[in-house]
């Protein structure tokens, strides 16, 4: 069985319609996605109350956070290697 991609402007338009209150139920049988896809899709895109970021933008801050952590490791390498030149 071959897997469906959705492009983020359809599983935004997902999660408005289940923040107005349409049931998951309905929007699982109307569309045709499974209703534990459509709780990860809410749980992704809605913002955190306390920092008001959801957790997809959590988890893209913290990827770019460890490559440049990863870049600046780097440039000391770099740096110690043409300072003992």
Do not use: C
């Amino acid at each position: 069985m071959t897997r469906q991609k959705f492009d983020e402007d359809f599983k935004k338009m997902i999660v408005k319609l289940h923040n107005t209150g349409t049931p998951v139920a309905q929007q699982s049988s109307e569309y045709g996605i499974a209703s534990q896809t459509i709780y990860k899709w809410v749980k992704l895109n809605t913002p955190n109350k306390e920092t008001g970021m959801t957790e997809a933008e959590r988890n893209q801050m913290q990827k770019e956070m460890a490559r440049l952590q990863e870049e600046n490791a780097i440039l000391k390498k770099a740096l110690t290697i043409i300072a003992q030149k």
